[in-house]
């Protein structure tokens, strides 16, 4: 089975400072894992992913994630968050050999100036 | 290049009436998905269409819920009778499917239903 965990429902940041959003993941095989980020009445927008080779993926709006097998982790972070940053992400999980993606609960990031 | 289109983007029922949702993917995409997103939760897959056939629909509660994209593009889901706990959001996605792990999602339709 395929399954995704943002442990923080919400995070807080402030302006210029590092963000971290973080995502585990389990499956049978082979991870894919994205991003997807959600604005306010928007539908979801394609951020990062990782397939396979480099384990840090470096995504849009200078988003980045690091892969980490043994942790079975796909944090998203960037170096100096933005107040238009703020939004509600998603990891999302599917194992190689299945088509059907699973998403993970959300994690509302806010940006205070 | 236009994006995934949904509509309405939002509508509110009795239970017990039926709805209808329609989805029209990005031109050329032939991978169609529709998802439920509850309040506070992710996005859950209902079907997924490849062309105009329904490839994965392990998901749709057949009892009231049924999809059709008949000529492979735009898409109608449909609920009836409509049940209290169907108010959720209604995603619509569309991929090509030589790349289908990049989803695009339309804005979707706020379905409640009192």
């Known amino acids: 089975a395929q399954s995704v965990a943002q442990p923080e429902d919400q995070v807080n940041v402030a302006e210029g400072n590092p963000l971290t959003v973080k995502c585990t993941y389990s499956?049978?095989?082979?991870?894919?894992l994205f991003w997807y980020v959600q604005y306010p009445n928007r539908g979801l927008q394609f951020l990062l992913k990782?397939?396979?080779?480099?384990?840090l993926v470096k995504g849009s709006y200078g988003f980045e994630a690091e892969f980490n097998k043994s942790q079975t982790s796909f944090h998203l972070k960037k170096p100096s968050a933005l107040v238009s940053d703020s939004a509600l992400y998603f990891c999302a999980v599917r194992d190689k050999w299945r088509d059907d993606m699973r998403f993970g609960a959300g994690t509302r990031l806010t940006v205070k100036p | 290049e236009a994006g995934v289109v949904q509509s309405p983007r939002y509508k509110i029922i009795e239970k017990k009436q039926p709805v209808a949702f329609w989805c029209n993917p990005i031109?050329?995409?032939?991978?169609l998905y529709w998802y439920r997103q509850n309040l506070g939760q992710g996005p859950e897959l209902l079907i997924r269409y490849e062309n105009e056939e329904a490839v994965d629909d392990s998901q749709l509660p057949k009892d009231r819920f049924s999809a059709e994209r008949l000529k492979g593009v735009d898409s109608t889901l449909k609920i009836q009778p409509a049940e209290l706990g169907d108010s959720a959001v209604y995603l619509c996605?569309?991929?090509?499917?030589?790349?289908?792990?990049?989803?695009?999602f339309g804005p979707g339709t706020r379905l409640t239903v009192l």
């Open positions: 996605a569309s991929s090509l499917e030589s790349a289908r792990d990049t989803q695009y």
């Open positions: 990782y397939i396979t080779g480099d384990n």
């Open positions: 499956v049978s095989g082979n991870p894919y």
């Open positions: 031109s050329g995409h032939n991978t």
